[in-house]
Each structure stands twice: as C-alpha cells, then as structure tokens.
C-alpha cells in the first residue's frame, strides 16, 4: 500500500534551495498550457480590460497553477521518490525542504487569488481558489491514492483556466466558457491516460491507482477510445450552439478528426512491450498540440470572423 501523500519521502537538503528549484516546483510545462488557456478565456469574452489587468489577470492564474503544483509536489515526495520521471523534482531529490515548498505553494496560491479580486473581480478569484483547492484536496490527497478515475473527476481542476479568464473580464459566467471547460475536462482522460500507458511502471512502483496499473492495458485503451468520442461531441459544441463560427468548427473538426485516429491506434493495439509505444507517444504529444490549435481558433474565429 502506498504511503499517506503527506509524509516525506525525501533526504534533508544540506544547502539552502535555489531559484530554480522553485521555478520547478511550478511545474512551468504544465503552466504553459494552463496560462494559454486561461488567455484565450480572456481573449475571447465580449467587452474589453484594461491591458494591464489583463496581464494581472493571466499572472495570477499562472501564480495559482504553480501554487497548485507546488503543494502537489509537497504531497506527494515520498511518491515522487519512487519513480523514475519524477525522482528528480527537487524535494525528492533533497534540493529542497519540505516546509520551504509548503511556505511557497500557500504563499504565491493566497496571494494569486487576493491580487486577482482586488485587479479585476472576485468572481473570477472565488474560481481560481475552487481550481486550486480542487487540485489539492479532491485530486492529489483524496482522489489519486484511492481510485482509478482520478483523473476523469481531478481532470476539472485543470479546465478551470478558460472560465477564470472569461470570469475577469465579463464578472460572469456564460455558455462559451462553460463549454470550453467540458472540452477541456473530457480531453484530459485520453490525454493522461496516454502517458500513463507508457510510464505505468512507474505508477506501480509508487503505489498509484493508475488505470493501466488497475484495470490493465486493454481497459485503459478502451477508455481511451470512448473518452475520444465523448471529447469529440465536446469539442464540436461551440460551433453546433452557434457560440463560435465556421473557422472553430472546421479547425475543431479536422483536429478532432486527426486526433480520434491517433486515438483508435491506440484503442486497437494489444502488444504490451512498454519499448513500442509509438502511438501512445503520438497521441499524448498531438493532444496538447490539440488543444492550443482548438482554443487559439477559439480567439480567432470571435475576433476576426465574428
């Protein structure tokens, strides 16, 4: 059984921890993705924002998600410790104390979500603090170590960005963003569960309740299938609602297209030889290329052909 989230796992760090031990705390690639979709949020909501609470704005959703990360780090170091992709992260590997992380992640979370009610207003910071909570409490302590579906109910924390984005700028909530959520929440169970075919060893080692470690390979290509087809009728709603035009729905629908085949190459392969994972590899890869071509045609479709 693997071990509380909570505890450490790690070596006491003999030198005080640099600045780049903190950057990686942010997980920065994981933000990249988060701060485009929280732009594009913004970009496209009706009415205008000053520039620079725009750019507040952003900064401060990119400030939650690498709060967000952070304590997800200081949760789980005794786990990170035990795989391979992850060993490295700096409180595993002894770079870092766990209450300096601890101090960090609550420090810059707390401080992103009172800067983004005091910039713009507090419907969109009462939503970051619900983004981040969820990741910590209902994902990482509660979900992760329990069940198999963590990631199919956990993946809503990270489809938050886009309503935050529209939330500051219009003060409200309306059919676009809620609908860019659910494309958002239904992409990520194809998207994760790709990358955990292909580093599931290490999910066993750490204990992890992962699908292809629970339920085998055969269920979670499946899954993987069915997750497609449900993102499929998700992506495809702005345009069918006529909350975007024919530039979203042909992008969406050639993207979509592209990525259910990846995703039946997937689906129909049996070989459980973790060296041959090409197309595991290739459809993680083109879903994130996925959704930046999705929410960037997104903007472009409201402000040029609009």
Not at 57 to 66: H, R, V, Y
Request: proline share 6%; hydrophobic share 55%; aromatic share 12%.
């Amino acid at each position: 059984m693997a071990s509380s989230p909570i505890m450490a796992g790690s070596a006491a760090p003999s030198l005080p921890a640099h600045w780049r031990d903190f950057v990686a705390l942010t997980k920065p690639r994981v933000m990249t993705l988060v701060v485009y979709t929280g732009l594009a949020g913004l970009l496209a909501a009706p009415g205008s924002i000053h520039p620079v609470l725009a750019f507040t704005a952003i900064l401060c959703i990119a400030l939650g998600a690498g709060g967000a990360a952070a304590l997800n780090q200081w949760c789980e170091a005794d786990l990170d410790a035990k795989m391979k992709r992850t060993a490295n992260r700096p409180l595993p590997a002894g770079r870092m104390d766990r209450q300096s992380a601890l101090h960090f992640g609550v420090g810059i979370s707390v401080f992103s979500v009172i800067l983004l009610g005091t910039a713009t207003n507090w419907l969109a910071a009462a939503i970051l603090a619900v983004s981040i909570l969820f990741y910590i409490l209902i994902y990482t302590i509660w979900l992760k170590p329990r069940t198999a579906q963590n990631i199919v109910i956990g993946g809503a924390a990270g489809a938050f960005p886009p309503v935050i984005g529209w939330a500051a700028v219009t003060g409200d909530v309306s059919a676009l963003p809620v609908a860019l959520f659910m494309l958002t929440f239904f992409w990520t169970p194809p998207h994760f569960w790709a990358l955990a075919l292909f580093v599931k060893t290490d999910y066993a080692a750490a204990g992890i309740p992962m699908l292809p470690v629970v339920s085998g390979e055969v269920v979670t290509r499946r899954q993987i299938w069915f997750y497609t087809a449900v993102m499929a009728v998700a992506a495809m709603a702005p345009v069918l609602l006529r909350l975007t035009g024919v530039f979203y729905g042909t992008v969406a629908l050639i993207g979509t297209a592209i990525f259910a085949l990846f995703a039946f190459q997937v689906y129909r392969r049996r070989e459980n030889d973790p060296a041959r994972m090409a197309p595991e590899r290739r459809l993680f890869k083109y879903s994130i290329l996925y959704l930046f071509l999705l929410f960037g045609a997104v903007v472009v479709d409201r402000w040029i052909f609009a």
